[in-house]
């Protein structure tokens, strides 16, 4: 056997901690990754105190790496589980970085998210038209009966009364009877009893509709299936409560819901750890390192998370910083355990500061021009 040790990819200390975290999968045929390299810089290891700091000091410290003439599209943000990028697409949506998510739907265009502000903007307007798409979309989640022939019923009556859905199935369902007329009047009493609701918190409001409609039991009865529409369901309701109306999430929510199809600028890579094997870059943040989230407590095999963790440290070239929160919502955590095994001489706590590298522009990379002066000096 010839074991192919040489890394072209990756500097020393990179190496270095890859390697101590793998030599713990005792099923491993053994192998030290080696570099020409250099050693370069240590992996940087932060400490944050929540998800909200961790989100918006890696936005911070991605446009400051980006005033120093580091590419976007040369940084890249791998998480364990789909659901910690929601955080991350805020920082950056507010400090105007572009990015993409990788072999993912944007936080605001999943949908769950979809459905759970569906529910909510028909509280808002019942009788109203423009609540009709909410209508459509959330009618029959879960499922209530509600087929193609009612729905028809439903639209006729509407168009003829120049009324709502809503309002049409209203009408229609009065004295009938059956398990489907049931359950579709115990949908209409949820959205009204919402609707004249005097709960100030939208979370809280969110929360009563998704599960007293049955939406929340649903996904919950899918099981494994359904832990990551609950996970964005959760992030959801805490995002709302950050908002003092409905106006302000709905415009929120059509912001981070825009299309950016312009290539005219490079684009910050966001995506999960599975999804970046085989692909590089020049600086790779590692974010959710806590003993509650990586390893998953979900995974029955231990030695894939391990194998994932050396997958995630080895996609950096020049530059890795793992981040890890004290608490999370509102669990407190430890680092992980991977970290823990990476060499001291290897690692450093906070962000590395190069002061050999000086400020450049890259074409096509937008600035914010005051902090690009006084970066270069001015």
């Not at 270095?16 to 080696?34: C, F, G, M, P, W």
Request: hydrophobic share 40%; glycine share 8%.
């Amino acid at each position: 056997m010839i074991a192919l040790e040489q890394n072209f990819r990756s500097t020393g200390h990179i190496l270095s901690a890859a390697n101590a975290v793998i030599s713990h999968d005792t099923n491993r045929l053994e192998k030290t990754l080696y570099t020409a390299s250099g050693d370069g810089e240590p992996v940087d290891i932060l400490r944050h105190t929540g998800s909200q700091d961790e989100a918006s000091g890696i936005a911070a410290e991605i446009g400051r790496c980006a005033l120093e003439g580091v590419p976007y599209e040369d940084m890249a943000v791998l998480y364990r589980f789909y659901h910690l990028s929601r955080l991350l697409e805020e920082s950056l949506l507010r400090a105007r970085i572009p990015y993409e998510l990788v072999n993912d739907t944007a936080f605001w265009q999943r949908g769950v998210v979809k459905d759970a502000l569906a529910f909510l903007r028909l509280t808002c307007f019942p009788y109203e038209r423009q609540s009709d798409e909410a209508f459509r979309r959330i009618v029959n989640q879960p499922a209530r009966g509600i087929g193609a022939k009612a729905m028809a019923t439903f639209e006729q009556v509407a168009d003829e009364e120049a009324i709502s859905l809503y309002e049409a199935a209203e009408r229609t369902v009065q004295g009938r009877t059956g398990k489907a007329a049931d359950k579709l009047r115990g949908f209409l009493d949820v959205i009204l009893k919402s609707a004249r609701s005097d709960e100030p918190s939208l979370g809280e409001r969110l929360r009563v509709l998704v599960e007293e409609s049955g939406y929340l039991a649903m996904h919950q009865a899918a099981g494994e299936d359904g832990r990551t529409a609950l996970e964005n369901l959760h992030e959801l309701l805490s995002l709302a409560n950050e908002f003092s109306s409905v106006e302000e999430l709905f415009d929120h929510a059509a912001l981070g819901s825009e299309s950016r199809d312009d290539d005219s600028v490079g684009r910050v890579k966001l995506m999960t750890i599975h999804g970046s094997k085989g692909l590089e870059f020049g600086h790779v943040f590692l974010i959710g390192w806590e003993d509650t989230l990586f390893p998953s407590r979900t995974n029955i095999d231990p030695a894939e998370e391990r194998r994932l963790a050396y997958v995630a440290l080895t996609r950096g070239r020049q530059r890795v910083s793992v981040s890890w929160c004290e608490f999370r919502r509102g669990e407190q955590a430890n680092p992980s355990c991977f970290i823990d095994e990476i060499p001291l001489q290897a690692r450093r706590d906070g962000w590395g500061r190069n002061l050999k590298r000086r400020p450049a522009l890259q074409r096509g990379t937008v600035f914010n021009r005051q902090a690009q002066r006084e970066a270069m000096g001015f």
